[in-house]
């Protein structure tokens, strides 16, 4: 659970260099925490979780599949390509913030399917909700983008902020997780 975190945590947190290449029509910059690394770290957590659970899942291959697609991205905006809002780079946006959205909800599937399994709370309501806030607040500042732009930044806020409380709760997750999987079995009679 704690590559799960990690990765989650270098999709929330982020911080770019502009390359010296970059102008103000055609931006290019790279990010110190790449995505990439966190759907790499998503996907070995995944792996792990089907340990946990004892059932195999194709979600790390999910996770291994939008790695390789964040990486190819990553390089082409390193390159200066596809960094204006054209046609393809609202396309590509829009399909690697769906594919979060569903790995963030994979991850709150997953938890509470360990909660059923172990009859713990690993917060996964709190998962939930705030993924679902998540969902919520960026939606509604992808269409309002076009129709009105101030209130779409206000929209996108409570998406943030909605992923920094998912953030946290994955924490209080990982943290339930372990120690409940690390602890040594209670000697029944």
């Given amino acids: 659970m704690s590559y799960i975190f990690w990765g989650f945590f270098l999709l929330v947190i982020n911080f770019s260099l502009d390359l010296p290449h970059s102008t103000p029509q055609i931006p290019a910059y790279f990010d110190l925490f790449p995505d990439f690394l966190g ?6 957590g995944f792996g792990q ?13 999910l996770g291994w ?8 991205w990553t390089m082409l905006n390193a390159m200066g390509r596809y960094t204006t809002l054209t046609p393809l780079s609202i396309l590509v946006f829009l399909g690697f913030t769906g594919l ?5 909800w994979l991850i709150v599937r997953k ?29 509604s500042a992808s269409v309002l983008r076009w129709i009105v732009p101030q209130l779409a930044s206000v929209t996108n806020l409570i998406g943030i902020v909605a992923g ?3 953030l946290i709760n994955l924490w209080k997750a990982k943290d339930q997780i372990q120690i409940y999987y690390d602890a040594p079995p209670l000697y029944e009679k």
Avoid: N
């Avoid at 979060?100 to 963030?104: E, S």
């Fill in 39 to 44: 759907y790499a770290l998503i996907a070995l």
């Fill in 164 to 166: 920094l409380l998912y």
């Fill in 100 to 104: 979060h959205l569903l790995i963030a």
């Fill in 111 to 139: 938890v509470a399917g360990l909660e059923l399994r172990s009859a713990r709370d690993f917060y996964s309501r709190p998962l939930l909700l705030a993924w679902f806030v998540e969902l919520l607040g960026i939606a």
């Fill in 65 to 72: 599949l939008v790695a390789i697609l964040s990486f190819v």
């Fill in 49 to 61: 979780l089907d340990d946990l659970t004892g059932r195999r899942s194709s979600t790390h291959l």
